[in-house]
Structures are given as C-alpha cells and as structure tokens.
C-alpha cells in the first residue's frame, strides 16, 4: 500500500510540491528535504518552542505536525524574514538588545513573536508574556528577549 | 558587535545538530532500565536484522577499545556497559542505521536481560555500613584534567572527602554564647540545554576526527587518544556553534561511546540525543548540607563549621572538584576566625553528577546565605547589619594561601539593597551575597594570522556556546591590530588548527583565551613590524598598524603592498603566536583564583496564602567583574544565570524513586519561564578596571546564579514568616509552611 | 521521535470517514489537531496504522449562535474559540479558558473537540463545559446523536463515544450558558479546576485529575442558600465533604492533601468571578 502523500506548500514563498510518507513531520521535511537547519529540534513534545514555524502567519510547533498538515499552506521559517538581504526588525532588535546567546532558541522565539505583532503590532509586556510564554530560553533569563520585541513593535 | 548573532538570527548559524559528514550513519542509544543490575543476557539479532542498520554496539565489542573505562578524577566509567549497569540511562548498546528514523525503530529491538542487584538510591542509603558498593576497584588518576588527586575511600561509595580548615573551631565552640544549626537540601538539577548532546565521529587514514558540541575540547581529545590507544596529534576534535552547555558538555559526555560506535561501523557516525537522553547523561549533584555557626556574647561570629554530603551519581565525572568548591563557597564573603567544613561526594545509583554553572556554589550559597539570616534573625537583628558587621573587605583573606578578596562586598550589597529599596517595604527584602573561587587552570594558547588582504584568522579552543567569546575576542584582537572588527574572523575551535586551551567553563574564556590572543595578535604585529621594516628599510619606530594594512611615516600600505614589497608577488601570511601560562604576567596568573567571581542578590516576593505560589516581584544581582567586554552580552549572562537561579528555587527538581527518575523529561521538568520573571529586573555590573584580563576585566558567568534561592527563601521568611530549608520551593512546600505557622498561631 | 508509518486518509464527508474508521477496525482513529495524538505516536504510547482526517471536511469548525444555543463545530482550535466574538460575547469564560490552554503553539493546532475526545482527566475543557451543560453532537455513518456532556466523560481518557462517531458540534444553551471557571496549575497541566453555573441551582462541578468532571452536590446547595455571607470555612467544609470518597491523585507533582485543598481554592475563586462578571445570558 502506497502511504505517500503529497502535498504542495509555500515555503519562505517558492512554491513546493513533493510526495512524502504520511508518517513525516514537518521538522524532517524542512529541515531534511528543504534543508531549512534553522528549525531547531529540542524538547521534541510541544513544550519548548525551538522548532516553531509559522504556517499561514500562525506559530506552530513542527515537531508534532504532520508534512502533510501544511497542504495549501504557507510556510515561513526565519530564512524568510529576510527580504532582500535585509533582515526583519525582530531580527535587527534580537541582535541590537543581545537577546541572543547560544542562539538555538532564537528562531523559534523570533517566529513566535513575528505571530504576535503580525495579528497585534503594539503589545503590551503583558501580551509578549503570554504569547512568548510556550518558548523555552535556558540563557538570557528572557529579559533582552522582551526589550528586543517591545523595541522592534515600537520602531 | 557579536559575529555570531547575526548568524544565529537569520537561521544561518551551524550548530553540531547541523553538521552532516559524507557517509554518516546514525547512531541511537539502547540504556539501562535498571539503577543497578548485572546484564545476565542481551540479544542483538532482531535489531541487527531490521531494515538498514549497520551494526549494533555492546560490551561485547570491548575489543575495539585499547582502554575501555575512562573518567577524570577515576578510571571508573566504562565506555558501554559490559557486564553491570548501575544507572537508568547508562548506555547498554548503540544501534547504528542509514536514517535517524531506522535507527531510532531498530532500538527498540534490543532485549536485555538484567538480574537486580541492591542499588544505593540515596547518599544516605550509600554511606550506610552495609551499603552496596558501586566500584570495588578504585583507580583514582591525578592532575588529569582538574589539578590534584580525589580523596575517595576503597571500599566505600565515598570517593571525595576533603576538609577544609582554619583555627580552633572546637574552642571557639566552647567558648560560644550561642551556637546555631541548620539543615539545608539542594535538588538534582538538569542542565537542559536547548541542543541536547550530539557528536559525530569517524575514523580514517588520518585518525579520529570529532564534531562535539563540547565545552573541553583537549579533554575530549586526551581522553580518546587513550580509549582509542591513538597519538594526540591523530585525534582532532571540531566544535561548531554549541546549543548551551551550562556545564552539561564539559570534561567528557558522550564522544567516547559515539567513537566507539562508528569504530564498529567503519563510517563516520552520528549521535544525536533526545533532550530527555540528555537528563540521563549528567545533572547537578544534588546535597544535602548542614552548617553550624558560634556566636560570642557581643553577637560576633566565632566559628563555622559544615557538613556537606553530594550525591554524585554512579560515576565520578568532576564530583570531586565540585565537591571541593562546594566546601570553599560555603564560607561566604564573612570574617570567620575558625573554620571546619567536610564535603563528601559519594555514588548512588542515579545519573552522574557533572560540572553545573559555578560549581558546588549554588548548593553551598543556598545554605550559607539562609542560615546567614536564620542567624540574624534569632539574634533580632537586621539581616543587612548582621552581615555587614562580618563582611570582608577588599584585600582581606578568604580562605587561607588563595589570592586575597578583590572586591568590595558592602559596595555590592548595598548596590543590591539600594536596588530593591525604591518602593518597597525594607523589611520584605530578601539578601544574599557570595564568594567563589573560580578553578581556573591559566594556560591557553592562541594563533592570530594575518592574510595579504587584510583578513585576519583566530584560532583558539574556546568554545562558541552564548557568551560571546567570539566578540570578545574580535574586539581584542581587532584593537591590538587597529583593525576594524570585520575583517577579524574567529574560526571554529579545531584542535588540528588552535592550540591547547583547557576548555570553556569556570568563567575563563574571555580573561584567559582573552589574554593569549591579546598576546598572540601583539606577536603579529611585531612580526608585521619587522617585516615591514626590513621590506621598506625603516626603522620599526616609523612603522605602526593602521586599518587595513599599515602606516609608514605618513604613508599608508595595504598587507597586500607589504607581502609584495617582502616576497615579490602580493600574497603571504605573518602567524602571531602565544601561550598563557601560570608563569605569564609576570607570574602573578599563578596565585588562585585568577579572581573572585562574587554576587548580591536581593528581592522582593508575594505569596497566593491560599495556594502557596511564589511570585519574584522585584530581583537586582550585582556582580563585580572588572570590565565589561560587552555590555549587553555581560547582562545576559548575568541576567540567564539568576534566572537559572529561579528555576532551581521554585520549580526544578530531578527526581529518583529507588533509583528511576521520574522527572527526566521535558514535559515534567518545569524550568523557568518568561511569566516567571519580573518586569521589575535590575542588573548592576561593578567596573574599577582591576582585573587581570584583558582591559581590566574579570571573568563572568556564574555568579548570577548563586543568590537567587537564599534571596527567595530569606524574602519569605521576613515578608510570610515561613522557612523554607528544602528546594525547590514549590508552591505545596511553601502552603504546607504557611498552614502549619498558621495552625501553631492559633 | 519519530511515529511508526501510517496510511493517511483524507475523506471529504463525515459518512465517509466514520466508515473509514468502522471498516479498518482498531488500527484506525480519527485525526484533528494531532497535538495529543502524533505526541502519543512518536513516544511509541499509541500504534494507528491508518490516521483518517477530519480537516479536510468542510462546515467542522463554525462557530456561531443558532437559535438558543452557542455551537462551536468540533475542529474549531482552541485558538479560534479564543478569538471568536460570539464566544467572548456570550461564554467569556470559554474565551479564556481557550486563551490559556497549554502554549500558543498548542492552542493553534489542537482542536476543542480532539481535546473533549483525548479525556485527559487534567483537561480544562471538559469541567467548564459538563458546567454549562454542554450538548455534545456525535454522528456516524448511519446516526447521529446528541449527549450531555455530563455524561460524556466515562474516566480518565474513556469517553461515551463509539469508535466510529465523530464528534462534530459542541452546543452551549445561551439561557444558562453562563459559568464562571478557575484552575490551579503550576506545571503544564491543572492540579484543581472548578465551574460553576449561573444557573437557579449552582451546579458546581469540579475536575481533579483523577478521573472525569465531578459534580458536588452539596456544595452546589449551599450556594443556591447563599446569601452572599457564605463563609470560606462553611465554603471549603462542604467541598470537603462533596470529595471526601473521591479518589484524590497523589504524585510527585502535588499530594493528595494540597490537592483537596485546591480543589476548594478553585471552588472559592470561581464562585467570586461569579459574583464579579455580569450575567450575559439570552439578550
């Protein structure tokens, strides 16, 4: 029995049709068949954040969600935010207030907070706490994390 | 500006979950459902038979090792367990596949046959007459990776038992108006990481070669060369970006057992834990500490002594070390006339203990600092006072032969205090301060070579891991050349290519690889100089560096001009070269510590009294550390060290029910969060220009750390009446505190 | 961790996947947001060899007010319930109950009505909802049936549903569709969760993590006898009463005493949000 699916997305906004078995997660398919290696795998059950992709502007994590749960979506991961060599403000801010430090963190976060100023683009410290909440940082204490997106939703 | 973070933000950074080698199978652990037991039994054959596996490593294939135990303080850990496993977790076999996925379903055919053997779950159950004894052979090894010898006992689980002493503490105890003595407990912690452990190893003509995410580089390497009967020169260890550490990848982790396997495979094979793996592979020792201190009639401290007793897991790893700090940072930054305090380390049958984020500091500030105010308050006094009338000063003698304090604790603890004063009630304040001797080995080497157009390579060992070391290096060596920062590039630490370094940890990096690529980089500019001089026929005074090549008089010349005016065609290379030793400035790098890595912490805190939750409301840390290489990098590490703090005090504990764990796994593991901490945050960095390294600078990293818990539990204590001596604090510990103060009221 | 192959099918009418499911037997399951289901599969806890779909069928996740009743089709995620208007207009504790589950991450993929189905016994959702009296759709090839769920939840993951029914529409009488809702959770999952009704008579349910949603009865009589000067001791003496046979978890994450005491906590908060917040029934 044939147990390939096939799905057709748009990933940083090229357009991908392949057949993959049912069973593969998004993270491998990024990560393996797209070779997309900002998707980070860590806690590998929801908890941490670090293999966060948006799909059609959402915050998801790629470790539980099927390849074939994305069919017909977009798909962004931090390679897209890049827009003609120039890099988005949450990328500009996460660099400038040193809310990085090792850095496998840092792509699932930026998505994370990419999702919330895309639906609310002036959040309160409130906001970013319970949007950010689901992401792990075991290095900056997060204080940086939040000065960086409070500076990149007011710039 | 750091190098790495625009790699890191834009998704380009390689990490060593990255990296892939041409041919590269993959490697999945088989571990011990056992604390102790003997394998009576072990069939390979289904998984060796499913769909694309290689091969499946065990003991059985001890052959393949020329030593097949190593460790650091004791030869005590075998490579894959051969015929006894005494943790859950210890690795039994690695079964090797052409796909992770393979791999990882091939694993779970493994079937091992264990006959129990009676473990020792607890230090108690350990240090008990008729305990079960871990290791019966001893083979203790000396200045193999930290100085000295362990001081374990044959025979028994114990396997560090140092002393520390000063004066009489007997007469001054007899001489006491009053004599206080408390009981503190201190959890496993798992260092969690982000990137779990991962390695890939392979053999070829040329030796071994290692991508690791490790923090001791040259001890992985040694320490292969052994297991692997190889020369040092034809073992090569290749860090890239490292996700975390903490402590959790330093020494030796997983690369003998990765190496080990691709040996079976005879190709390049890569290991990549699960970040539940990686709670099985190492963890904060865990302690339990008592301390007792006498008090003359005048409310001066007479004599102090503690008893420390850490549960180091089934093999030794750097317990002992950590064990002998922790003695060294429960004296605190007080005037102790007489001192006796004992730390033993002894195995239990849990995950071995490792290096942690300073040492042995937590667990010993975490008694100390509460006690401390235990004191104070029995006496009636305020916490504030009762230590200022025994703080050190500058200058003064810690502990007895190490280098004298330079710091000033009152100027940080009233920098803490002051910081947590604005608005609140002083009275709800809680205080801790610390005193650590980093165990710094000065000696690292580095290598600054400046091409023909201008770009400059560093090699050196310290590991890229958050810190920044990158940028710090960078700018040294940028400003030593006159160069600006982007044309200086620091390469990936390579142990074909950088010389020896002792690792990164103990808060070293940036003073001490800061200083041998201070060093190195002021050796190619005397070789720049004297080639310089020679090509154009000047004096070396008329010579000086300038950006992007050099100045001569008021002639400026690219490298390119200089390596075409020296060699006849425009291309070649001037390699600066240097070494840090103990002998190095003068000498004065011989003394320990290179420098005090000291905190005040305070805070403010609310409780829920109906359901014990602890809230930080208010937090300041104040570290001393000379010189700020990197502000915001320097806060950061301040800033992710309390927060460390935070989850050690409120919610982490590494859990083991007879031996299992029961908390190992990310889904019920509570760390930090950013709910957790306040908006309400202040981090003050201490800068008088008077360290050793490099500007001035001290190192940092881990004092943060330290004061968080004492600070919490003293906050407590004065703002809710309630003592907490167990972490972590959770909200059932702290309401079960809150209901029996309130029943004994009423 | 990886989850073992699986043929995925993607029906596109509701007859269609619940006959999937019948025909395939025990190796089947229905699929919505995966949150619980690909955890379970990739740590080897759970072995489908045939995952069927519901995504794809249309009309699953409205939500909207149909006469005298809040339905909110049963693929909504907890995201959209959060975000819905008529859900904030009409059952603002479901809004916030939606808004605070798990992380955003979950709350975007995982669905109201896998998580109704999964009966975790530490699940949220399924106290406020037996409290608001909740009507639960469940359609199979050949019938369709509507239950309270009241008497949904059978144990900690056992449900009344038939392997072959779908869970399709969650429905909320609007008269009485009002309750207040509080949890105690520290770690990733509630230790106490407590509903309470608007109704006449304050149905109080509870949930402990032991086993499904439990109403107290006698708690629920004191507060319809309230006066407003109901004491907290009078308060958690009947809470303790109601839950003194219940059989109370006691594990790492919190013991059985602490436990009865939240339990009462979470009763005491939600009858002051009760007292707080407006009434917003029928307008």
Redesign the interface.
């Known amino acids: 029995m044939d147990t390939s699916v096939g799905i057709s997305v748009e990933i940083n906004g090229a357009l991908v049709s392949r057949s993959v078995p049912a069973e593969t997660l998004l993270i491998d398919f990024l990560r393996d068949d797209m070779g997309l290696r900002s998707v980070k795998l860590s806690c590998d059950m929801e908890i941490c954040g670090a293999c966060t992709v948006l799909v059609d502007g959402l915050p998801m994590s790629s470790c539980t969600t099927l390849a074939a749960d994305v069919d017909g979506s977009k798909v962004t991961t931090v390679e897209g935010l890049i827009i003609d060599g120039v890099l988005d403000p949450l990328q500009q801010a996460f660099i400038d207030h040193g809310a990085v430090q090792c850095g496998f963190c840092t792509p699932g976060f930026i998505l994370a907070a990419k999702a919330l100023l895309l639906r609310n683009p002036n959040p309160t410290r409130a906001e970013i706490v319970s949007a950010l909440d689901g992401n792990i940082c075991r290095c900056t204490g997060y204080t940086k994390i939040v000065e960086a997106i409070r500076h990149a939703a007011s710039a | 500006m750091r190098p790495d973070l625009l790699e890191k933000v834009s998704g380009k950074a390689e990490f060593i979950s990255d990296v892939s080698i041409d041919g590269m199978a993959y490697g999945k652990v088989v571990r011990s459902t056992e604390p102790h037991a003997r394998i009576i039994g072990m069939d390979v054959s289904r998984a060796e038979q499913a769909n694309g596996v290689v091969c499946v490593l065990t003991g059985a294939d001890s052959g393949l090792l020329t030593q097949t135990d190593w460790g650091l303080f004791y030869e005590d850990r075998p490579v894959i367990a051969r015929d006894r496993v005494r943790y859950v977790g210890e690795p039994v076999a690695v079964v090797v596949a052409d796909t992770q996925a393979r791999a990882e379903a091939a694993s779970r055919l493994v079937v091992v046959e264990y006959e129990q053997l009676s473990i020792c779950a607890t230090p108690e159950q350990a240090l008990a007459g008729d305990a079960p004894v871990l290791h019966e052979d001893f083979r203790p090894i000396s200045d193999f990776y930290f100085k000295g010898t362990a001081r374990g006992q044959a025979g028994t689980n114990v396997f560090q038992d140092y002393l520390l002493e000063r004066g009489d503490v007997d007469s001054a105890e007899r001489s006491a108006q009053r004599i206080f003595e408390h009981s503190y407990s201190f959890p496993g912690i798992a260092h969690f990481a982000m990137e779990p452990h991962c390695a890939i190893a392979r053999f070829d003509h040329a030796g071994l070669t290692i991508w690791s995410g490790a923090q001791s580089p040259t001890a992985v390497q040694k320490v292969l060369a052994r297991v692997f009967g190889l020369p040092i020169a034809r073992v090569r260890v290749i860090v890239p970006y490292v996700g975390g550490g903490f402590g959790g990848k330093a020494s030796v982790k997983i690369e003998p057992l990765v190496a080990a396997a691709a040996r079976k495979a005879g190709r390049p094979v890569k290991v990549l834990l699960s970040a539940e793996e990686s709670m099985l592979t190492c963890r904060r020792l865990a302690a339990i500490i008592t301390i007792r201190t006498a008090i003359d009639a005048e409310g001066a401290i007479l004599s102090r002594t503690g008893d420390i007793v850490m549960d180091g897991g089934a093999y030794a790893d750097t317990g002992p070390a950590v064990a002998l700090k922790s003695a060294h940072r429960l004296v605190g930054p007080y005037r102790l006339p007489n001192l006796r305090i004992r730390a033993r380390a002894v195995y239990t049958n849990t995950v071995p203990g490792a290096a942690f984020r300073s040492i042995g500091g937590p667990q010993a500030v975490w008694a100390t600092e509460s006690h401390m105010d235990e004191i104070a308050a029995e006496l009636g006094e305020d916490p504030v006072d009762f230590r200022s009338r025994h703080l050190l000063q500058r200058g003064d003698e810690v502990i007895d032969n190490l280098r004298p304090l330079d710091v000033d604790p009152t100027v940080m603890m009233d920098a803490a205090v002051e910081a947590t004063t604005k608005g609140h009630n002083h009275a709800s304040r809680g205080l801790a301060l610390a005193v650590t001797d980093p165990g710094i080995l000065p000696v690292a080497g580095a290598i600054v070579r400046v091409h023909a157009d201008g770009s400059v390579e560093v090699r050196s060992m310290s590991v890229e891991i958050g810190q920044g070391v990158r940028g710090v290096l960078q700018r040294i060596v940028a400003e030593t050349l006159s160069q600006p920062p982007e044309v200086i590039h620091i390469l990936d630490p390579d142990t074909a290519g950088a010389p020896y370094d002792w690792g990164t940890g103990a808060s070293r990096s940036s003073m001490i690889m800061g200083l041998a690529v201070e060093k190195a980089a002021g050796d190619a500019v005397s070789k720049l100089l004297a080639l310089a001089s020679e090509a154009f026929e000047l004096e070396t005074t008329a010579i000086s560096l300038a950006p992007g090549g050099l100045k001569l008089g008021d002639k400026t010349v690219s490298f390119g001009d200089l390596f075409h005016a020296a060699h006849g065609i425009d291309s070649g290379d001037v390699t600066g070269q240097a070494s840090i030793t103990p002998r190095s400035l003068d000498g004065k790098l011989a003394q320990a510590p290179l420098f005090w890595e000291t905190a005040a912490a305070a805070c403010t805190v609310s409780v829920d009294p109906d359901t014990g939750v602890v809230a930080l409301d208010t937090y300041a840390g104040v570290a001393d550390i000379g010189r700020a290489l990197n502000r915001s990098a320097a806060e950061g590490q301040e800033e992710g060290a309390a927060v460390q703090g935070l989850g050690h005090a409120l919610f982490e504990n590494l859990v083991f029910d007879d031996g299992q764990p029961m908390t190992a796994m990310p889904l019920l593991y509570r760390v930090p969060r950013l709910s957790d901490v306040p908006a309400d945050w202040t981090t003050v960095l201490i800068e008088n220009g008077d360290g050793l390294g490099p500007m001035g600078a001290k190192g940092m990293g881990e004092g943060g750390i330290l004061g968080m818990a004492p600070a919490i539990a003293n906050a407590l204590a004065r703002d809710h009446g309630v003592r907490l001596r167990d972490l972590p604090m959770t909200p059932e510990r702290v309401w079960t505190a809150l209901s029996a103060r309130k029943w004994h009221a009423s | 961790?990886?989850?073992?192959?699986?043929?995925?099918h993607q029906p596109k009418s509701l007859a269609e996947a619940s006959s999937l499911v019948a025909e395939l037997g025990d190796g089947a399951t229905f699929y919505a947001g995966?949150?619980e289901l690909?955890?379970l599969m990739?740590?080897?806890l759970a072995e489908y060899r045939h995952?069927v779909?519901l995504?794809k069928i249309d009309g699953l996740k409205t939500i909207g007010v149909e006469h005298d009743r809040l339905v909110i089709g049963a693929l909504a995620t907890h995201?959209d319930i959060a975000l819905s208007t008529a859900v904030s207009k009409h059952c603002p504790s479901l809004s916030r109950l939606c808004?605070e589950i798990?992380?955003?991450?979950?709350r975007?993929?995982g669905t109201i009505g896998g998580n109704l189905c999964f009966a975790e016994p530490r699940a949220d959702p399924p106290v406020l909802l037996v409290a608001l009296d909740a009507g639960l759709q469940l359609v199979s090839a050949h019938a369709s049936r509507v239950i309270p769920a009241s008497e949904f939840f059978l144990g900690p993951f056992e449900t009344a549903r038939k392997p072959d029914e779908i869970l399709t529409t969650i429905e909320i009488p609007l008269g009485t569709g009002a309750a207040s809702f509080e949890r105690?959770k520290?770690?990733?999952y509630s230790l106490a969760t407590a509903a309470i009704s608007r109704s006449d008579c304050h149905q109080t349910w509870i949930g402990y993590g032991g086993g499904p949603p439990k109403r107290l009865n006698g708690t629920g009589a004191l507060l319809d006898r309230d006066d407003g000067r109901t004491s907290e001791e009078a308060l958690f003496a009947a809470v303790a009463e109601d839950i003194f046979d219940l059989e109370i978890p006691s594990d790492?994450e919190?013991?059985e005493s602490?436990r009865r005491?939240?339990i009462a906590?979470a009763v005491?908060?939600a009858l002051a949000s009760l007292h707080e917040t407006e009434p917003t029934g029928v307008h």
Not at chain 3, 1 to 8: V, W
Not at chain 3, 102 to 106: E, G, Y
């Open positions: 961790m990886r989850p073992d192959p699986f043929t995925y995966g949150t690909l955890l990739k740590m080897q995952l779909n995504k995201c808004s798990a992380n955003i991450r979950v975007v993929a105690m520290q770690g990733n790492l919190a013991g602490y005491h939240l906590v005491k908060r």
